[in-house]
């Protein structure tokens, strides 16, 4: 295959000169893009004899070439230019459009290129889907062709994961951490008690007055006992007189 110029495409350039854009206008608009610094016009053409020999435009249909004409003008964001081929007075052959738009320039793509850029992008596409489908092929002669996909990993292969053992506290560190609990509830009392599991945690306080008993009721049962002792003793009556044994 010949190697193509990048010069030859013009598709992925665009030409500005900011000092024409305030006076770019219908009459303006083809002297801006004659001018010499602009990749897209080709100095051979009739426009610029016209322009050294200073005639007018209408002398373009008298002439046989390549010329430049304003195809359509919607000042002042948009000019369109074509660029044809003039075999005589009424026939003409269009080779490229060109598009100005807030004073940049760019090559309109002709119908082949949009094909070809369409094509190439989807065959692109299809290539890369086929080389991620043969990633995925494995072959042994014993067993032929088959898809290995790395989603669907046999569950043989994957390794559990070892679980740590717990290294069980000796003696001494149990025994140590008994004794600083005891020193920081000494230090750091509990405001709250929770006697029992599920009830609500009451104040230490309140437990030390439910655990003191009531002198008067201590009293009253120290009574109730000693009476309950004098009575048995009555009940008993005097001890039995034993027969000593000569």
């Known amino acids: 295959m010949a190697a193509v110029d990048i010069r030859d495409n013009l598709l ?4 500005v000169d900011s000092s024409w854009i305030p006076i770019l206008n219908s ?3 083809l002297d801006y893009f004659s001018e010499r610094s602009n990749p897209f ?8 004899v016209v322009k050294m020999q200073r005639l007018t435009l209408e002398h373009l249909n008298q002439m046989v070439g390549i010329e430049y004409i304003l195809l359509h003008a919607q000042e002042p964001i948009l000019f369109i ?15 490229a459009d060109y598009y100005i738009i807030a004073g940049v320039i760019y090559q309109a ?7 070809n850029s369409r094509v190439l992008t ?10 991620e489908a043969m990633s995925y092929c494995r072959y042994h002669p014993s067993k032929g062709y088959w898809w290995h996909f790395k989603d669907h990993e046999e569950p043989d292969k994957v390794k559990p994961k070892a679980k740590r053992k717990e290294e069980p506290s000796s003696i001494f560190q149990r025994q140590r951490v008994d004794a600083l609990l005891v020193d920081l509830r000494q230090k750091f009392p509990p405001k709250f008690v929770q ?10 306080d309140q437990t030390k007055k439910e655990a003191e008993p009531i002198p008067e009721t201590v009293k009253s049962e120290e009574k109730a006992t000693t009476k309950n002792v004098q ?3 009555n009940t008993k009556g005097p001890p039995e007189k034993r027969i000593r044994l000569q």
């Open 12 to 15: 992925g350039i665009s030409w």
């Open 27 to 29: 009459g303006s608009v």
């Open 41 to 48: 016009y080709d100095r051979t053409c009739n426009n610029e």
């Open 81 to 95: 230019i074509r660029k044809q081929q003039r075999q005589s007075p009424a026939q003409v052959i269009p080779l």
């Open 109 to 115: 793509p002709d119908l082949g290129s949009v094909i």
């Open 122 to 131: 989807a065959v692109h596409g299809i290539q890369s889907a086929f080389d």
């Open 195 to 204: 006697q029992k599991s599920g009830e609500k945690p009451v104040p230490v």
């Open 231 to 233: 009575q048995t003793l």
